[in-house]
Nanobody, 124 residues
């Protein structure tokens, strides 16, 4: 597995969860990372993106102010911290890398490699 998303689970509305994206192949610091999600019966959508190294970010309007993407270079890991979660955040979450871009973005068609998803359920 080249990319692996983990950390999903069940959380109550208003709660928090942190997802992790790791790689055994890529040095994630060198790449633009994207987080995406797909809810049941819906198309996959972009959630957040982090530029190379400690660069800028891009967020979907629906998660701004609640979700934060960050890196831990020492662990070759990218995190998606999700706070004040709501039932509409329920989805399978994926991380992906864009090997060419120099800017964070949520255009999923440009992401080259995808990890397996992790299920997040927000419910009381």
């Amino acid at each position: 597995v080249q990319l692996q998303a983990s950390g999903g689970g069940l959380v109550q509305p208003g709660g928090s969860l942190r997802l992790s994206c790791t790689s055994s192949v890529y040095t994630l610091d060198d790449l633009v990372i994207g987080w995406f999600r797909q809810a049941p019966g819906r198309e996959r959508e972009g959630v957040a993106s982090k530029n190379r190294f400690d660069g800028g970010t891009d967020y979907a309007d629906s998660v701004k102010g609640r979700f934060t993407v960050s890196r831990d270079s020492s662990k070759n890991t990218v995190y998606l911290q999700m706070n004040n979660m709501q039932p509409e955040d329920t989805a399978v979450y994926y991380c992906a890398v864009d090997v060419s871009s120099r800017w964070p973005h949520l255009a999923q068609e440009y992401y080259d490699h995808w990890g397996q998803g992790t299920l997040v359920t927000v419910s009381s």
